[in-house]
Nanobody, 122 residues
Framework: EVQLVESGGGLVQAGGSLRLSCAAS????????IGWFRQAPGKEREGVSC????????YYTDSFKGRFTISTDNAKNTVYLQMNSLKPEDTAVYYC???????????????WGKGTLVTVTL
């Protein structure tokens, strides 16, 4: 079965760090754009970062540049999101997703994980 499973969320104080993992099963990430998205209560799902799995090229939404880093472990068929200098406004459910269109937008993603909750406190 095709699955994306996020892990690594939790409770962290402002200024702290977390590393989220997205493990894929049932398919390989070759040829896919893999994205991290987040959704806070009452807000639309927004893009955080994407990576082209084949060549490692990356994209970051401007508000996350310098704080978040996306990477892959090809042997584990896994994508990571390193989050540093976390702020309370980063509190959200974080999702990983995969698509073949080459675009880093919600509508381009065809597979989604169930999300992992990140809560940032003062």
């Amino acid at each position: 079965e095709v699955q994306l499973v996020e892990s690594g969320g939790g409770l962290v104080q402002a200024g702290g760090s977390l590393r989220l993992s997205c493990a894929a099963s049932g398919f390989t990430l070759d040829d896919y754009v893999i994205g991290w998205f987040r959704q806070a209560p009452g807000k639309e799902r927004e893009g955080v970062s994407c990576i082209m799995y084949d060549d490692g090229s990356t994209y970051y939404t401007d508000s996350f540049k310098g704080r978040f880093t996306i990477s892959t472990d090809n042997a584990k068929n896994t994508v990571y999101l390193q989050m540093n200098s976390l702020k309370p406004e980063d509190t959200a459910v974080y999702y990983c997703a995969a698509g073949l269109s080459g675009q880093c937008v919600v509508r381009a993603m065809e597979y989604w994980g169930k999300g992992t909750l990140v809560t940032v406190t003062l």
